[in-house]
């Protein structure tokens, strides 16, 4: 199916365990984002990537690596979990910049997100 | 103090109310300004999108931009329960760069239509 999926939905982890959040789209976009959601902060960046190859830090990006290997997949590695990683996940893909006009050009799809829970 | 505010809510309106969302900002780089709407437990979805200052319509929903007060509305009449959810604005600096490409998203604002 066309799209961004996220894997898994939900996951309850323990503190200090590694945990890989999964990222797929399949439109090719260039741009993927990362971003945690909890009340009061709203939606935060963590890692964004302009391309294969290349990721740089959002506003939240302690505690977090990414990597992106291949244009359509864009995991999310927690190293060593801790509570305050508790949260909603959200991947985001967007394609290249043009016409300033035209929403198409800026718009970020989402995914259906990931709900983690670090115990 | 954060770049875009947002009142929480929760807002509560009777169905055919007439619904405004605010968003106050304080970079005057942004020039894309975008309303996303959130379903309990989705991903947000885009609603509306403006490029600079204006309005835009869209159907029931209305977007407007005010540059110079840095403040965003979104609209909605005839206001329905399936309009119920969070609705986020998101603003953009634009342009090519990856970091142009970024949003800067408020907290949100939960609406709920009541019958």
């Known amino acids: 199916d066309a799209g961004i999926t996220q894997s898994p939905r939900y996951k309850i982890t323990e503190t200090g365990r590694q945990v890989t959040l999964m990222c797929h789209q399949t439109?090719?976009?260039?741009?993927m984002f990362w971003y945690r959601q909890d009340l009061g902060h709203g939606l935060r960046l963590i890692y964004y990537?302009?391309?294969?190859?290349?990721?740089d830090k959002g506003e939240v990006p302690d505690g977090y690596v990414v990597s992106r290997s291949k244009t359509e997949n864009f995991p999310l590695t927690l190293e060593s979990a801790t509570r305050s990683q508790t949260s909603v996940y959200f991947c985001?893909?967007?394609?290249?910049?043009?016409?300033?006009?035209?929403?198409?050009?800026?718009?970020?799809?989402f995914g259906p997100g990931t709900r983690l829970t670090v115990t | 103090q954060k770049e875009v505010e947002q009142d929480p809510g929760p807002l509560s309106v009777p169905e055919g109310a007439i619904v405004s969302l605010n968003c106050t900002y304080s970079n005057s780089a942004f020039q894309y300004f975008m309303w996303y709407r959130q379903y309990s437990r989705k991903g947000p979805e885009l609603l509306m999108y403006t490029y600079s200052s204006g309005n835009k319509e869209d159907g029931r929903f209305t977007a407007q931009v005010d540059k110079s007060s840095k403040y965003i509305s979104l609209f909605i009449r005839d206001s329905q329960p399936s309009d119920s959810a969070t609705y986020l604005c998101?603003?953009?600096?634009?342009?090519?760069?990856?970091?142009?490409?970024?949003?800067?998203f408020g907290t949100g604002t939960r609406l709920q239509v009541t019958l």
């Open positions: 985001a893909s967007k394609g290249l910049g043009g016409i300033p006009e035209a929403s198409g050009n800026y718009e970020q799809y």
């Open positions: 998101a603003m953009s600096r634009g342009g090519f760069s990856g970091t142009a490409s970024k949003l800067t």
């Open positions: 990537s302009a391309a294969a190859d290349i990721t």
């Open positions: 439109w090719s976009h260039s741009y």
